[in-house]
């Protein structure tokens, strides 16, 4: 008798963050792998845009509108979700944006938001979707963190601590959830090319990066694709039941430099 019951032909997917970035490069990947996708943001329009073209490529997409800061919003968006595509069977959160300040000089309400977002707003969408999870016997459990748990960046004070408590929560549900059918996984990008700061004007892009190089946090000018970090989601969703991948970081590769001939 195996272990493991398989997976259901059909797996309902939540993601949140999904009008751009990761989250949108995972609703277009999981789509493509079969899964219905349920895309939760703000800018709903954007998630709309999403959703016609995994639509018009023969997947399915529903969008509702998603504050993982608002307790309410992420009720009637698992709600609704559930109502369209029936019980997730996988849940990614992804949603999140960051400020490049120093923390001494931030208004402790605007890193009380990062936090809000970043960590609160994950477990929002956790008291939601897990007990039916633990319920049913199955489920995946993903969590977009960040590499600045490995090694800190400076001038993001606000977003290292909000991933840190978030991945100090995940691992805490790992022990938990062990031995229910339920999956927590991370996974924990490195320096990727969204939305993620892209308002900042040029002179506080100039610090920042200048910031790194100092910390040798910039070994090399090459980033993520949102694309990038989606596979490794699906990789994570897509392991056979029996198996966990509880962890995976993901690290811009540099470019390769052909050695020097002798001469």
């Known amino acids: 008798m195996p272990r493991f019951e398989p997976q259901p032909r059909r797996r ?107 960590l609160v707003g994950a477990h929002r969408l956790v008291s939601h979707v897990a007990p039916g999870m633990v319920e049913r016997g199955r489920g995946d459990l993903v969590f977009v963190s960040s590499d600045v748990v490995r090694a800190p960046r400076p001038r993001m004070g606000a977003y290292v601590a909000a991933k840190h408590g978030l991945e100090g929560m995940v691992r805490a549900m790992q022990m938990e959830l062990e031995g229910t059918g339920v999956r927590v996984s991370m996974v924990r990008p490195g320096p990727t090319m969204t939305g993620m700061g892209m308002g900042w004007d040029a002179r506080t892009t100039e610090l920042v990066l200048s910031d790194w190089a100092k910390w040798g946090l910039a070994r090399h000018p090459y980033f993520l694709r949102p694309e990038d970090v989606a596979a490794a989601v699906a990789a994570v969703v897509g392991a056979p039941r029996g198996t966990h991948l509880a962890l995976i970081e993901v690290q811009p590769e540099a470019a390769v430099t052909k050695p020097k001939e002798n001469r």
Not at 77 to 100: K, Q
């Open 12 to 118: 309902p997917a939540l993601i949140t963050g999904a009008s751009s970035g990761i989250g949108a490069a995972t609703a277009g990947v999981l789509a493509a792998a079969g899964h219905p996708v349920a895309l939760g943001a703000r800018r709903v329009d954007r998630c709309e845009e999403i959703a016609e073209a995994i639509v018009k490529d023969g997947g399915e997409a529903f969008v509702h509108p998603l504050d993982v800061a608002d307790s309410d919003s992420v009720r009637r968006f698992v709600a609704a979700a559930t109502g369209s595509f029936g019980a997730p069977e996988v849940v990614v959160s992804s949603a999140g944006d960051l400020s490049a300040e120093l923390i001494h000089g931030m208004d402790s309400e605007e890193f009380a938001a990062q936090l809000q977002v970043h």
